[in-house]
T-cell receptor, first 111, second 114 residues
Framework: SQTIHQWPATLVQPVGSPLSLECTVE??????LYWYRQAAGRGLQLLFY??????ISSEVPQNLSASRPQDRQFILSSKKLLLSDSGFYLC??????????FGPGTRLTVT | AQSVTQPDIHITVSEGASLELRCNYS??????LFWYVQSPGQGLQLLLK??????LVQGIKGFEAEFKRSQSSFNLRKPSVHWSDAAEYFC????????????FGTGTQLKVEL
């Protein structure tokens, strides 16, 4: 069966510090991978998606970036965090017909 | 571009009562439709999905949803709500190609009174 992992689970970072969130998927190959952000009381905002190694599409211009160094690894990064980057970050994967499966999420607080 | 509207931000029902959560979508072709549930601090769990065929789909935890093309709706229902159903529910519509992205509604927060 497939599983998806995210770490860390929680993170408190000061403004201006760098960020690296990691997502890995097990039990499948060549998945589509997605990063979402969920702000308090709001829906899900798609940040990036990837259909293959090294292929990243950005949905919203911002100070975040994503990379996919391996088939089942997806990384969300920032060089300098802003207060507005606080939120709940979710990684998801899919293979066919849009059905996406989500990881447990990372709670990021920028102070 | 596709869009999803969940008109109810909050809904409160008594345990044992029936539930219907509304979802309206906008999409030019036959949509792929989904309902997800999220407990506080957790990821999203897929409840059910509609791709084609029978317009009444059954999901996990006793939930069902009905696709009505004429009304552009995909409402979620449960005959008898349990206290453990308290959570946030998201409707989503999918598009083929281009990474198979989903567009989510803003969610409906369900509270269950004992």
């Amino acid at each position: 069966s497939q599983t998806i992992h995210q770490w860390p689970a929680t993170l408190v970072q000061p403004v201006g510090s760098p960020l690296s969130l990691e997502c890995t998927v097990e039990g499948t190959s060549n998945p589509n991978l997605y990063w979402y952000r969920q702000a308090a009381g709001r829906g899900l905002q798609l940040l990036f998606y990837s259909v293959g190694i090294g292929q990243i599409s950005s949905e919203v211009p911002q100070n975040l970036s994503a990379s996919r160094p391996q088939d089942r690894q997806f990384i969300l990064s920032s060089k300098k965090l802003l207060l507005s980057d606080s939120g709940f970050y979710l990684c998801a994967w899919s293979r066919d017909l849009n059905e996406q499966y989500f990881g447990p999420g990372t709670r990021l607080t920028v102070t | 571009a596709q869009s999803v509207t969940q008109p109810d931000i909050h809904i409160t029902v008594s345990e044992g009562a029936s539930l219907e959560l509304r979802c309206n979508y906008s999409y030019g072709a036959t949509p792929y439709l989904f309902w997800y549930v999220q407990s506080p601090g957790q990821g999203l769990q897929l409840l059910l999905k509609y791709f084609s065929g029978d317009t009444l789909v059954q999901g996990i935890k006793g939930f069902e949803a009905e696709f009505k093309r004429s009304q552009s709706s995909f409402n979620l229902r449960k005959p008898s709500v349990h206290w453990s159903d308290a959570a946030e529910y998201f409707c989503a519509v999918g598009a083929t190609g281009g990474g198979n992205k989903l567009t989510f509604g803003t969610g409906t927060q369900l509270k269950v009174e004992l």
